[in-house]
């Protein structure tokens, strides 16, 4: 081979090579590229898959509500707004008409008065029911009054407490002990703020304007214990209605006030005559039911549950249980 052959060849061979190594220089370029290009969409495909799952997790699933459920949710909150603006502030005190335990003050202050004075006779009830009323008056204590609930408790009784302003001004947990009788369902009534004879009953007759102010001071006293919006007609004058001169005008204002006065026609006595232990009051209280005879059906007990009176505590749960053996159920007064 002729020597310029030979170069040209040579020539041609190094064009061939360098062709050669450019082209594979481009190949691997692009192959890094779309390498690349693969993990970076890669990447964000993964990234892209992640956030679909936190927002499928996170969102409300508005496509799965149905239209039921819309519409319950629109009742529970109106009824919840409902029972927001009906709210009262009296500790879940009950009305009559919401309170299974209770009975009409009205009904039950006209049956008293009426066998009281002679103008009715047994059975007074309508219902065909046997019902006592077991109240208690000038409290609470903090020393008797919570066993006696405890008792009630246990024989799944209600009652009336007749409550004294004096035994719950500036005493917190007296106060505690009110809305502990109300927590467990049974009735608050107005005993006056002083129970004071020489303030109320001048000279045996009833002063009108120092009773309604007595009552109306200790209607302030539970407000401020058990809530502003806390609510009772129920009344007992101290000593008894039947007791003082000047009744008339009283009645007149009570009629002016709402109030409905309860007197009692059977009562354990422990707070007459000589001091009796748990067994005499006992017999006491069973023979001024027994005296009532046996169509009774309708007997409001007095008793009370203030200082002093650990005797009534330990005579209750015979008194009950006697009660329970007659028949009788047991009820509030509202």
Sequence with gaps: MKSYELKDKNRRNRRLHIRRKRRRKLIRGITSIGVLLIIIFSVINIASSKIDYILQTTKPKEEHIKDEDIEDNLEENIEDNLSDSNFLDNSGYLDLKDDPYADDAAMVAENTKDLLTGTKTYPVRTDGKKVVYLTFDDGPSTTNTPEILDILDKYN??????????????NEEARKILKEQVKRGHAIANHTYSHDYSYLYPNGTMNVDNIVSDIEKNNDLLKEALGKDFYTRVIRFPGGYWSWNGRESMRDKMIEKGYCNIDWNALNEDAEGKIKNAEELFQVTKDN????????????ILMHDTYGKEETVKALPQV??????KGYEFRTIK
Excluded: C, P, W
Excluded at 157 to 170: C, D, M, R, Y
Excluded at 289 to 300: P, Y
Excluded at 320 to 325: G, K, R, S, V
């Design 157 to 170: 009784v209600k009652a009336t407490f007749f409550v004294l302003g004096q035994s719950i001004e500036s």
């Design 289 to 300: 039911i027994e005296r009532l005879g046996e169509d009774a059906d309708s007997i409001v």
């Design 320 to 325: 009950i249980e006697y009660l329970q053996a």
